[in-house]
């Protein structure tokens, strides 16, 4: 089994800056892609970003002030987000399509952490 641990969300104003993490641990022979996505209230979950080995891709609402990245060796991955604007506001999943064997991979989801940005 695997499981993500999101931290980092919070309340900050119009223009701020918050930093998601998240840490995939448990069976894992590989991590395949490891993203975040958001969903806000009575609206679908939305992809934010996502990290693929050599290549990130972003939602065209963040491009220029959210950046992705990973740690390989900590199979962690974090979201940098800057000049934040209220309609950032959403719970922000955590995703990982992790191999436990060599043949195989599943997604995974974390738990969800909120952000709210106040104008």
């Known amino acids: 089994q695997v499981q993500l641990v999101e931290s980092g969300g919070g309340l900050v104003q119009a223009g701020g800056s918050l930093t998601l993490s998240c840490a995939a641990s448990?069976?894992?022979?590989?991590?395949?892609?490891m993203g975040w996505y958001r969903q806000a209230p009575g609206k679908q979950r939305d992809v934010v970003a996502i990290?693929?080995?050599?290549?990130?891709n972003y939602a065209d609402s963040v491009k220029g002030r959210f950046t992705i990245s990973r740690d390989n060796a900590k199979n962690t991955v974090y979201l940098q987000m800057n000049n934040l604007k209220p309609e950032d506001t959403a719970v922000y999943y955590c995703?990982?399509?992790?191999?436990?064997?060599?043949?195989?991979?599943?997604?995974?989801w974390g738990q969800g952490t909120q952000v709210t940005v106040s104008s």
């Open positions: 448990g069976r894992i022979f590989r991590i395949n892609a």
């Open positions: 990290s693929v080995v050599g290549s990130t």
């Open positions: 995703n990982a399509n992790v191999g436990v064997t060599p043949l195989n991979a599943d997604d995974y």
